[in-house]
């Protein structure tokens, strides 16, 4: 259970029916992308199939860790992630599977990841089977609009949907897989994630740490240290146009940040946070706008030297 964070209370509910050996043959687990599905279906496949007592799963059991593993010829994954959606044929080929016994868990297990995607027709296929499964037989509908599943299907499950995680849950784990990233950034992150693990991690991933560059100009203009900004663009003149374009847009992301830092959001990066506490929302806004006019003079093929002439005069203050 370690496996999934937060959710304490689904977590206890599941723990007492599995000590009870009261698992149903359908779960219905749902939540936002990046809220946990996969990893409770895994829980849930491995407390069917594991051999232990009743601690379920344990997962050291060879069973648990073959779930755990993705290798366990008993957990099936039906689905095509080529087709938008989850064609009848999958399902009826599922159901057919069905009714051949397992190779050697303790059942068959049906994981459908994009539940939601099935049409009408799959949807039916499906029910005729979760009406009357064979004893051995369980599904896991992984869904993150359980509402567009017939009420005849979901009736048929128990319904499990993943809670968003608190700071608490949250900021140490992230902190722990993105060492290199500020308190800062993983709070923005979790806090814009809306409190979900997966997609705070993806920001986490995805968002590149500030340029030294960028850093420069962003120390430079906090500290309104003239000489040093004016040693920082000097040295751009004589860059070439396609390598000033990113320099300035970054420049502008970063101000942007900045002022969401002065309206008392978090900022995404150190940076950011040290524009926001020295400037005021004024004196960003004003960059902004002035080096967005550098961006339209350089589209309408200004000199890089006369746009930086420019904007030594115009963010020098």
Not at 260 to 275: E, I, K, N, T
Request: a positive charge; glycine letters at 6%.
């Amino acid at each position: 259970m370690e496996r999934l964070l937060g959710n304490a209370a689904l977590k206890a509910s599941l723990g007492s029916a599995f000590r009870a050996d009261r698992i149903s043959h359908s779960y219905l687990i749902s939540g936002p992308a990046g809220s946990g599905k996969h990893t409770l279906a895994a829980i849930l496949a491995a407390a069917m199939q594991c051999t232990a007592g009743e601690q379920r799963p344990c997962g050291v059991c060879l069973q648990c860790r073959k779930v755990f593993d993705n290798v366990h010829p008993d957990v099936i994954t039906v689905d095509d992630p080529e087709k938008k959606t989850v064609p009848v044929d999958l399902i009826r080929r599922a159901r057919s599977d069905l009714y051949i016994l397992p190779n050697e868990g303790r059942r068959k297990v049906y994981v459908i990841p994009r539940a939601n995607d099935m049409n009408a027709s799959a949807q039916n296929a499906l029910l005729k089977v979760m009406e009357e499964p064979p004893s051995y037989g369980a599904f896991l509908l992984l869904s993150d609009n359980p509402e567009k599943l017939l009420p005849t299907i979901r009736s048929r499950c128990v319904s499990l949907r993943l809670s968003p995680l608190s700071a608490a849950e949250a900021i140490p784990a992230l902190r722990a897989a993105f060492p290199d990233r500020s308190l800062e950034a993983v709070r923005t992150a979790w806090e814009r994630a809306g409190g979900f693990y997966g997609p705070a991690a993806d920001a986490l991933r995805d968002t590149q740490t500030v340029s030294p560059q960028s850093q420069r100009f962003a120390d430079c203009f906090a500290r309104r240290d003239r000489l040093g900004l004016t040693e920082l663009i000097a040295s751009m003149e004589r860059y070439k146009r396609e390598q000033l374009q990113p320099v300035l847009t970054d420049w502008i992301e970063l101000l942007a940040d900045a002022i969401r830092v002065r309206a008392g959001l978090p900022g995404s990066s150190d940076a950011a946070g040290q524009l926001g506490r020295s400037r005021t929302v004024r004196e960003l806004l004003e960059a902004v706008r002035r080096i967005q006019e550098a961006l339209e003079l350089l589209q309408g093929n200004v000199g890089v030297g006369a746009i930086c002439g420019g904007l030594l005069i115009w963010l020098n203050v």
